[in-house]
């Protein structure tokens, strides 16, 4: 631009435009610091050396105490890869010489694995299905209505956490053994005697129906019904109502809410329900829903979350549970096949009574084999399930 | 206009249908509520009550095994005064309360320690809660068995317990410190060998404590979440460190999960197959004779302990617990 042409007044005007052109300049290199600077006002900070310090603390702790938590399962599964010689072998700690899979072989083949991984994925199953929904129901029932006697109650599921299984082991199993309640349980088996011939099954139920039934009449059974079949076993005939080695027991403990800690699952649920709006079911009264139309459509979809949790609990304490199946499943009699029979030494792998530690590796790879669906299970469930937790809101 | 509306509303809507509707609808809830809690209460009052009168039957009586059937004799508290008597059950309980006296604090205060640690944010947390949850899906019963099988096993067979140690995770590598290194520590310090005694302890025992501790954490954490971030920001504002927000926030409003946390912990580890009394118990069941009616009557003894420890723990913590909210 011409600056001669100007006016003076135009002049001082081109002027202050240049310094302020100039200042932005200056302002704008300002805030290009260099590289390094900027670094060093952002982490050479006392703030960020304290962060930082409390972070790498935090991972060494973090990951420290992970360690001692698999640390277990690390030296169990090395050692399930190991062959005999390796146990003799000094230089063997962690990694076997010459790896083999020998191990789990055996016990796959002798030990019945997949037997008894389907009986107990089927008992743990239903176990999983019923105790969430009898927990749910009945820790709905205890959150959101109101009646005489609720605390007292309340007090009875308490009751049935704090006293020890123990205690109820002998009459538990004589009460399994001759399952009568008060002739009622009699007057419904003869009630559904005949529900067996009434539908006819097909396929593997059927079969496994007709097959079970003529074990029955070998064992010197009249005519065996329905919830016979169902819920007992051939050589428990002579005592009427014997219900071990069946689904039975567990069945009516988990329809009961009586099975392995379902007072906690119950106050779980009682807790995570105290936790929910009344104001969402009043919504859906004025809107003319019933009670049980509210809870199955409205309340069951929303606590989704608690329902996995109360699963996965109830699921997989079911599966690596060694009380209950000990006392109602004889493992000598093997006819149902539970997970924690398989443990034993297969009789094809060479054993010394002097080499303990290949004995002990040989029980914790079937200890491994048991937990490997489990885990699998977890990987899947475990983010609701934390989850889960979290939004229970457990408060006193 | 709103509050016009909610005045005229209930006076239109009250006229037709009176008192009588609304005193049947809470009779309908109550209905509903018994309805609800109907299975266990079937199953309590038809299942597990009997249950409980047979084993306390059981208890006062000798059973005497007849070709597909039982008798029961009354023999009034023989079977609690033999339990008694035994020097081994008395020995064994009192050194199970006195461990749970030393471990419940523990496991209490590791808990919320870990649970503060992973509620924290940070890189990598959804691996580490995921880790530190797994004991409380997989160990539980079969493993324990099978550890407690095989260091049997390796009694018998080599009578040398400390090197087996290692392999059957009972505790994870052997011993982690010892307690003489730490006396040597704190020798110019004026604490007490006994205090340190417990903290090697509980050192070596950490495998133990993690394990135990799974539930606890989750409740601790589901506690934690509860808490309204609102209150630790206006905290932040008026300069509080983050030391001060533990003690003067956190802790206040978690004290309800301490109780709750202290009462499972005493019940888990009292009605857990790991535990001595519940061994020794289970070992007298399937002793050949009247095992079956000793141990009925030690459990019910051994119940009533537990009674009475929980009474005395809630009792403690409660008076120290502080309720935001007083309709829990």
Known sequence: MDTSSMTKKELKEYNKQLKREEAMKKIRAQEKTPFLMRLRYKYLTFYYGKQLLWAFFRLVLLVGISYVVLQPYISKIASSFMNVD???????????????????????????YFEALFNTTALSVLCGISQTLICTIVGYGFAKFKFKFKKLLFVLVIFTMIVPHETLQLSMHQNFMNFDVWGLWNGIRNLFANIGEMFSFEGGVGAWY?????????????????????????EGLA????????????????LTGLAFKNGLFIYLMRQYFNGVPDELEEAAYVDGAGVIKTFVRIILPMSSTMLVTVFMFSFSWQWSDTFYTNMFYSSSAREFVLLPDIVGIPESLETDITLSAYNTAINN??????????????????RTLIEGVERSGITG | MNSEVIKTVPK????????????????????????????????????????IFDSIKFSFSEIEMLDGGYVLNNVGFNNYQTALESSEFKSVLIGSITDLIFSVPAIVIFALFMAVLLNQKMRGRAIFRAIFFIPVIVSTGIIESIDAKNTLASIQQNGNLAEEGSISGGSAGGQILSALDVKSLFSGLQIGSGLVDYVVGLLNDVYGIVNKSGVQMLIFLSGLQSISPAIYESCHIDGASSWETFWKITFPMISPMILVNAVYTVIDSFTSETNSVMQHISQTYEQIGPGEEIATAMSWMYFLVIVLLLAVVAGILGAYVFYQRKDV
């Not at chain 1, 790879?365 to 475990?382: K, W």
């Open chain 1, 86 to 112: 390796d146990f003799t072998n000094v230089k063997v700690l962690l990694i076997s010489m010459n790896p083999t899979l020998d191990t789990y072989k055996a016990i796959i083949t002798e030990n019945g």
């Open chain 1, 210 to 234: 007709e097959a079970t039934k003529e074990e029955f009449i070998a064992a010197g059974a009249k005519s065996p019904g329905f919830m016979d079949i169902i819920f007992s076993n051939p």
């Open chain 2, 12 to 51: 239109k809507a009250t006229k037709p249908k009176k008192r009588k509707s609304s005193g049947s609808l809470d009779v309908q809830k109550s209905r509903m509520g018994w309805l609800f809690i109907a299975p266990f209460l079937i199953g309590f009052f038809l299942v597990y009550l009997p249950m």
């Open chain 1, 239 to 254: 005592y009427g109502g014997n219900m071990l080695n069946s689904f039975g027991p567990i069945a009516v403990l988990s």
């Open chain 1, 365 to 382: 790879t079937a200890g491994l084999l048991i937990l490997i669906p489990l885990v699998i299970v977890y990987l899947f469930a475990q």
